[in-house]
């Protein structure tokens, strides 16, 4: 999913990973013997691309996404560029809270005043005159962040546009106090978000932009850290999402790899466990966790530096960060009349480079209680169905197909053991398959090749000699 960097911006938009599957599919088919298909032009491809992010437009349509940034993003321009993804979004009707930080502009102030910087666990010490560069610098970048998302250059991204901005005193908090002998001074911690004005804002189509600042009953400012405004502000809107945009592309694995999913349990277990190496992530992971703990549905940490990153994580499936969620994504389940789309997706490519029997959609319909599915994301990633000869003690495993994306997960192996659970459960002692051109995976499973005399008779009557199909078996 994601683009270079150096590529155009209609470029960048256009290549998913949908373009992508389907053109390696076509070479695939060739490789293999399937024949070729017709390499997609430039105005296919971009029709294929619209129509595979329709899903995601019509899921986001009204739902409420927290994102949250450092000042670095305003202080080297990227904000500029941001906006344009945020006009995007605010076009196709989601509804926008953004919450910025403001910890590099602080340090610059204090030094330009020959003042040092006094850090309590990750926490600042808020004295007096940090309290009050805290204050400036939110002002001064509030007022970069209007003017930005007030542009509406002819010929550009944000031509047409019209977004209204809203800021205010939207946050009650309390001070932190004293943190192991230390006390943090002006530095406090949310006590309470105003949901309700918030989303009188957001009803009136208005974008509201929050400061890492909060007040006091009693009149007093407190310096708040990015996380816990971003958290509990997604928290008290019940968002649907909360997305930290970061220095780095996410959490990483021991080996440094990118880790693309985890869940809210395997998160706390990597922080309890200290496996969390960047210092940001510390800061920004367990927020994300805090905010699925108590409602919010998803939260991404990804990039600010890569192009276009936001949208490429919220309309392309594999994404470009971590996704943390409070369930695992994956399921796998009896398909149900409103798979029938997805599956089709599935198995019609494979059909038509000839490794799978044609099925239209009225024998799908009628079929499709044999099925399963295997469903990430709301996105039905691979299939399979099993069709008893009940008198033979047998059983049909056909219609197996695996998104590219997940033909290197397990997700193959998932269905075939749901399969053969659901084959024992009928009491089949015997799985076969007719396959033109898997005949290994299935050998290396467990399955047996053998001859056309070994299927049941009705499926012998049925057996196509113009397709020469390989017939494997398995006992059970």
Known sequence: MPAASGSSRKDRIISTDKDKDSLNAAQDAAKTGGGT?????????????????????????????????????????????????????????????????????????????????????????????????????????????????????????????????????FVTARPIGVVDGVDLMHTGEVRKIDAPAIERRLKDDELVVISPLG?????????LALGDVAAATAVALKADKLIFLTESMGVTGRRGELLRELTVREASGMLSRGRIESEEMRSYLPAAVRACEQGVGRAHLISGHLDDSLLLELFTHKGVGTLVTPDPLETLRHAKIDDIGGILGLIEPLEDAGL???????????????????????????????????????????????????????????????????????????????????????????FTETDVSALPQKKKELYNYQRRSVVLTKRL
């Open 37 to 169: 298909r017709p390499r997609l032009s430039a105005q296919d491809r971009f029709i294929d691309w619209f129509q595979s992010v329709a899903p995601y437009i019509h899921a986001f349509r009204g739902k409420v996404f927290v994102i949250a940034f450092g000042g670095e993003v305003v202080a080297d321009g990227r904000f500029f560029h941001l906006t344009h993804d945020l006009n995007l979004l605010a076009a196709l009707g989601v509804k926008l809270v953004l919450v910025h930080g403001s910890r590099r502009q602080i340090e610059a102030k204090l030094k330009a005043q020959n003042l040092r910087s006094r850090f309590a666990e990750k926490l600042r010490v808020t004295d007096a005159a940090a309290l009050e560069a805290a204050m400036e610098v939110a002002g001064t970048l509030r007022v970069q962040i209007e003017a930005l998302l007030s542009m509406g250059l002819p010929n550009s991204p944000m031509a047409g546009a019209h977004i209204r901005v809203a800021s205010g005193n």
């Open 215 to 223: 007040y006091s009953p009693t009149g007093e400012v407190f310096n």
């Open 356 to 446: 799978l029997v044609k099925r239209n959609r009225d024998r799908l319909e009628m079929e499709i209680d044999r099925f399963w599915v295997l469903e990430h994301d709301r996105m039905i990633v691979g299939c399979a169905a099993l069709y008893p000869f009940s008198s033979e003690k047998s059983g049909e495993l056909a219609g197996l197909a695996v998104h590219p994306e997940f033909r290197r997960r397990g997700a193959g192996e998932r269905l075939l053991a749901a399969i053969e659970k659901r084959a024992r459960g009928l009491r089949l002692k015997q799985l076969f398959v007719l396959t033109t051109r898997a005949e290994h995976w299935f050998v290396e499973r467990g």
